[in-house]
């Protein structure tokens, strides 16, 4: 129990996914100009973390480890990634149009975005059990929706401010991203695993 | 003259630069970036793998059904990134121990399913060879511009993790440590893409 | 239907196709890699000990001692390779010994700690300061080891691990025997001892009626307390219970641990060598 407290502590703040780690980048910067699509995202990320997290290390587990193609990981895992997201575009136009609406643009964004494979490997990689691992994916992308929803208030209020040309659109939003960033920093140390 | 295949190396070095103006693949250009032999790795090791899937891809662009063109690609990109990470760990262990999880992550690259897509899947196979060069150059030099300018401010060094480091300005210089870390690492990418715009705007270039 | 079918032949093939040059080029690397992290690990211990003729490995605890012999099957030495939590995580090291107990050598595998801070701990100055070291030498805080400005959580707990790393080697693997207190010779009453913590003494009170140990007490120290309450009723309970000072000491604050346990052996010494009772005095 202790060291899931610890894993949510430390994915959501201490190592933060996008502001310490560099995953998710594309989306971060990409999707972080309104309120409404970062949180869209922010769900459709969370979602789909925990499940590609969920299958990857089911499918490492019991099938890649005992038989020893740990060479094939990323091939698999990659795969396993793109077949969730799909299927999870499929079964929620079914089930929610008015869901699919909002999300649905985002998804297959999802398949490209390097957190998802990044979780799925750190998970086999730090050895966590299957609980363990599925706590987590969503830390993990608990995180990630985190510094996603500050970068959009953010950028909000930003479209307000006078900023010199050339630095307005990404590069702002990247230097907005390092102060952020630096305050995280102010987490490090308090907790590791 | 093979003129479109020069044009093609220069429109990825410096028109679709990946980095500056496309804006792609800015996962590694922030987390590997702290030395230069890093940088320099990580480029090649992309490259390596854009050049041979957009060779590939396009020399199977014929046979590869539409419906299905996305996870044929995805499976020809991650055969190529396992094989280079293969190739890493027999034959560079130190560069492999410092890229770390962000080889398996050059699969999910948006640079290189981007190109797949974009160019590979539709132009014959020379073109998409050097186009792969041109952008794989173009990466390559925009991550060793970054990490020089973070391993020379962050941490006072030049080819820091090689036999050839040197300290820069003598044992007793503190960096400015900022840029070594993660919070630098935004802001000098902030600075210079803003840098990089103020620059194209002045040539008027497209 | 012949439409699915040519789908699934085109995804079959590619699959096949990748797994099979995979498949080649995993039997042809694997190898490779394989014996060159033989190599480098030997390599890494022949640095320490150019005599290396022979290892025997042994494991204990998540921590490996490479038992080194020399071509006439002599114990030269010991390398360990121990974790230590630091700041921003593990500190995974080696440290090597010789057959007299002497630090010869020590290197850092790897670590999480703050580049140009903690990372100071990998410097040949820092580490220079453990060379020529043996068991016997206290290795504490401010007597003849020191920690550096800025970074005394990395460099302090560095410190500590190597002091229990040696000790370890030289009780497990060396036969050098440690000094066993015989608890139940000790008179009754209640002494006073000072032990090494994490960045400064701990002192404690330790009450023997009939030979055991019936109370230990902390009176002062200097601990974290999220790492202190770690070690503390809980290293006390244990002594108590096994009435024994060779109890595990592997907790969340190791240093903090041993350094009540450095106490209390340092309290039942002085009682045994007719020391000072203190019952009931206030600390200060």
Known sequence: MEKLLSIIFIYILVDNFVLQRFFGICPFVGVSRKMETAVGMSMAVVFVMALATLATWLVYTYVLDPLGLHYLQIVAFILIIAALVQLVETVLRKISPTLYQGLGIFLPLITTNCAVLAVALLAVQEEFTLVEAVVFGIAAAIGFSLALLIMAGIRERLEFAKIPRPLQGTAITLITAGILSLAFMGFKGMLSL | MNNIYLRDIFRGIVTDNPTFRLVLGMCPVLAITTFMINGLGMGVATAAVLICSNVVISSLRRFIPEQVRIPCFIVIIASFVTIIEMLLKAFQPNLYEALGVFIPLIVVNCIILGRAEAFASKQPVLRSLFDGIGIGLGFTIALLIISTLREVIGSGTILAETAAVTQLFGPNFEPMRLFALPPGAFILLGLLLGGMNFIFKRLNVK | ?284
């Open chain 3, 1 to 284: 239907m012949r439409n699915i079918l040519r789908l699934a032949l085109t995804l079959a093939v590619v699959g096949i196709v990748s797994g099979a040059l995979l498949t080649a080029v995993h039997n042809w690397t694997a190898p490779i890699i394989a014996a060159r992290e033989a190599e480098d690990y030997m390599k890494a211990l022949r640095e320490f000990f150019p005599a290396l003729s022979d290892v025997k490995t042994e494991e204990a605890e998540g921590e490996k001692y490479d038992l080194i012999y020399d071509a006439s099957g002599n114990l030269i030495g010991v390398v360990a390779t121990a974790q230590q939590q630091g700041y921003g995580g593990l500190i995974t090291f080696n440290l090597a010994v010789d057959s007299a107990g002497k630090i010869i050598g020590m290197r850092v595998i790897s670590h999480a700690e703050t580049p140009g801070i903690g990372d100071v701990v990998t410097t040949p100055d820092f580490q220079g300061q453990f060379i020529g070291k043996t068991f016997e030498d206290p290795i504490e805080i401010g007597t003849d080891v020191h920690t550096v400005s800025g970074a005394t959580v990395s460099t302090s707990a560095m410190i500590g691990a190597v002091r229990r790393t040696l000790e370890t080697i030289a009780y497990s693997y060396l036969s050098f025997e440690e000094e066993v207190i015989d608890i139940t010779a000790v008179p009754d009453g209640t002494y006073r001892g000072t032990g090494r913590g994490a960045f400064d003494n701990i002192t404690v009170e330790v009450t023997v009626e009939g030979g055991i140990i019936t109370e230990i007490k902390v009176v002062a120290q200097s601990e974290t307390p999220t790492y202190f309450a770690e070690s503390y009723p809980l290293i006390p309970e244990r002594i108590m219970a096994e009435q024994s000072l060779d109890i595990d000491t592997k907790t969340g604050a190791t240093m903090s641990a041993e350094g009540i346990v450095a106490a209390v052996r340092d309290a039942l010494q002085k009682a045994l060598e007719g020391g000072d009772e203190t019952g009931g005095e206030t600390d200060e």
